[in-house]
């Protein structure tokens, strides 16, 4: 059974930083490409970051600067730190996992993040 798991969320002030964690089980983690997603309320769900399983790295435009994902294949865990946050900022934020040669896509249940003061 695949399961993946976020922490990390919470309420923090702007200018604030969290980090995100997303454990995973049930899969070969080091093959998996992996990601945050976020989705605010009335808004489509976006992708934030993302990192394959070779290491490459990419991320939306509005948090390049502020936003790190990493991954330690060790622990079958994704992160997501964030730096300087911001209102905008505020979202459920879910970690995915996929094999997109072979049709594997996987979510977590979500963590919440809001950025307020």
């Known amino acids: 059974q695949v399961q993946l798991v976020e922490s990390g969320g919470g309420l923090v002030q702007p200018g604030g930083s969290l980090r995100l964690s997303c454990a995973a089980s049930?899969?070969?983690?080091?093959?998996?490409?992996m990601a945050w997603y976020r989705q605010a309320p009335g808004k489509q769900r976006e992708l934030v970051a993302s990192?394959?399983?070779?290491?490459?790295?990419n991320y939306v435009d509005s948090v390049k600067g502020r936003f790190t994902i990493s991954r330690d294949n060790a622990k079958n865990t994704v992160y997501l730190q964030m730096n300087s946050l911001k209102p905008e900022d505020t979202a459920a934020y879910y970690c995915?996992?996929?094999?997109?040669?072979?049709?594997?896509?996987?979510w977590g249940q979500g963590t919440q993040v809001t950025v307020s003061s």
């Open positions: 995915n996992a996929e094999r997109t040669l072979f049709k594997l896509y996987y």
């Open positions: 049930g899969i070969i983690f080091s093959r998996y490409d």
């Open positions: 990192i394959t399983s070779g290491g490459s790295v």
